[in-house]
């Protein structure tokens, strides 16, 4: 009898742990570097590039996004080439970069797929612009709509504390709070 109900509990606990991980899965699985790089270049006029999408669901849901670039937008980024048919993002013409993202959002907004970010943390951070003799930075277009419009909403407001002093040394991380 012992014998019986150690094989039910043991049974009933795999059986949870694979629905936990199946609903996680149905959940939050969208959440991949190609459907987040299709989601960037709809909305910006840029080719974007992500190598990896780790997230968290305990307490506040965290998003860890890992190799990001955003380049002019090409060819691949018109076409929505999914990132396994397209070639490395060159760094050189990559006028942004991270080495890694990280997103805070409660756990429900991100399950009914509403990213509202909490906090965002960039590490690594790197930019390469142009500024031409009317003060326009080329890295403006990236953040313009395919089109060439300007985005449908405001930019985030940067907090202060990063200096000029620090640019594209990666060594201070740049923090953004919604």
Same mark, same amino acid.
């Given at each position: 009898?012992?014998?019986?109900? &150690? @094989?039910?509990?043991? +049974?009933?606990?795999?059986?949870?742990?694979?629905?936990?991980?199946?609903?996680?899965?149905?959940? @939050?699985?969208?959440?991949?570097?190609?459907?987040?790089? *299709?989601?960037?270049?709809?909305?910006?006029?840029?080719?974007?590039?992500?190598? $990896?999408?780790?997230?968290?669901? &305990?307490?506040?849901?965290?998003?860890?996004?890992? /190799?990001? *670039? &955003?380049?002019?937008?090409?060819?691949?980024?018109?076409?929505? +080439?999914?990132?396994?048919? #397209?070639?490395?993002?060159?760094? +050189? @013409? *990559?006028?942004?970069? !991270?080495?890694?993202?990280?997103?805070?959002?409660?756990?429900?907004?991100? @399950?009914? #797929?509403?990213?509202?970010?909490?906090? &965002?943390?960039?590490?690594?951070? %790197?930019?390469?612009?142009?500024?031409?003799?009317?003060?326009?930075?080329?890295? $403006?277009?990236?953040?313009?709509?395919?089109?060439? /419009?300007?985005? +449908? $909403?405001?930019?985030?407001?940067? $907090?202060?504390? !990063?200096?000029?002093?620090?640019?594209?040394?990666?060594?201070?991380? %740049?923090?953004?709070? /919604?």
């Amino acid at each position: 009898m012992k014998k019986k109900l &150690l @094989i039910l509990a043991a +049974t009933l606990v795999a059986l949870l742990v694979a629905a936990v991980l199946i609903a996680r899965q149905v959940l @939050i699985g969208y959440l991949t570097p190609d459907f987040l790089v *299709a989601q960037i270049e709809q909305r910006w006029n840029c080719r974007a590039a992500i190598e $990896e999408v780790n997230v968290k669901l &305990l307490g506040t849901a965290t998003v860890e996004l890992k /190799g990001v *670039a &955003l380049a002019p937008r090409d060819q691949f980024a018109d076409h929505a +080439t999914p990132l396994a048919d #397209r070639p490395a993002l060159d760094e +050189t @013409i *990559a006028e942004l970069g !991270a080495s890694s993202v990280y997103l805070e959002i409660l756990p429900g907004e991100l @399950i009914r #797929r509403q990213l509202n970010i909490r906090h &965002l943390k960039v590490d690594g951070l %790197a930019v390469t612009t142009t500024v031409d003799r009317d003060g326009d930075a080329s890295i $403006e277009s990236l953040f313009e709509e395919p089109n060439g /419009g300007s985005p +449908t $909403e405001p930019p985030l407001p940067v $907090e202060s504390g !990063a200096s000029s002093s620090q640019e594209g040394n990666g060594n201070s991380p %740049a923090e953004v709070q /919604g």
